[in-house]
């Protein structure tokens, strides 16, 4: 089977612009979670989708949005962008056929904002 | 809100030596505890999980305990070698209702040779 796959791998944006990451999770798997990865904060969860609807959310502030389709694809949208998003995003996927189960990471998406 | 504390947040070892990184959590409800390795420049991998049901679990040269009572869990890897360096994190499941994870800050571990 195909890992987790995330688009774009890396992305430069300004301050003020927004941006949207893309994540397909493993076939057959139908939760996909997303965290931040800093430097400084290590791995931060940000939310949580389970057939197209939010689970669980993590501290971000409204700024940071997601969804997942019908087809388990989850994207995550970030809108007046700061400096302090500059950040490693993950997106993980599992079968969530019962809680606590493994999850898988993607690649990330690099994103670094000027 | 939640937390996981993780202690040390760097540690290193000669090769051969055991390493130990140890884990807090905050929030009883959680039941489920991975940890995850990851290298410089690659994805976290999972390497070793346990539920709140089981009070040990042990794969080759890694091992997980868990106290529920006392609210930690610990890793240990034995004979380490050169290739065990990287970043070491622990979890713990958010709650019961999904798949969702709270990280510890991650430990660095360095084996040198």
């Known amino acids: 089977k195909a890992g987790v796959t995330q688009t774009p791998r890396y992305l430069i944006k300004t301050r003020g612009q927004q941006v949207t990451l893309s994540c397909s999770p493993i076939?057959?798997?139908?939760?996909v979670s997303w965290y931040q990865q800093t430097p400084g904060q290590g791995l931060q969860f940000l939310f949580e989708?389970?057939?197209?609807?939010?689970?669980n959310k993590g501290n971000f502030p409204g700024r940071f949005s997601g969804r997942q389709f019908s087809n388990s694809r989850s994207e995550m949208n970030v809108s007046t962008l700061e400096l302090g998003d500059s950040a490693l995003y993950l997106c993980?996927?599992?079968?969530?056929?019962?809680?606590?189960?493994?999850?898988?990471f993607g690649p990330g998406t690099r994103l670094l904002v000027l | 809100g939640e937390n996981v504390e993780q202690h040390p947040s760097t540690l290193s070892v000669q090769e051969g030596d055991s390493a130990v990184i140890k884990c807090t959590y905050s929030?009883?409800?959680?039941?489920?505890f991975p940890w995850y390795k990851q290298e410089l420049g690659k994805r976290p991998q999972l390497i070793i999980d346990?539920?709140?049901?089981?009070g040990e679990k042990k794969d080759q040269r890694i091992a997980v305990t868990l106290n529920k009572t006392a609210k930690h869990f610990s890793l240990h890897i034995t004979e380490t070698q050169p290739e065990d360096s990287a970043v070491y994190f622990c979890?713990?499941?958010?709650?019961?209702?999904?798949?969702?994870?709270?990280f510890g800050k991650g430990t660095t571990l360095s084996v040198s040779s």
């Open positions: 993980a996927s599992s079968l969530a056929l019962h809680p606590g189960e493994t999850q898988y």
């Open positions: 076939s057959g798997h139908r939760s």
């Open positions: 989708y389970f057939s197209e609807t939010q689970r």
């Open positions: 929030d009883s409800a959680s039941n489920y």
């Open positions: 346990i539920r709140s049901n089981v």
């Open positions: 979890a713990a499941s958010i709650n019961q209702a999904g798949t969702a994870l709270i």
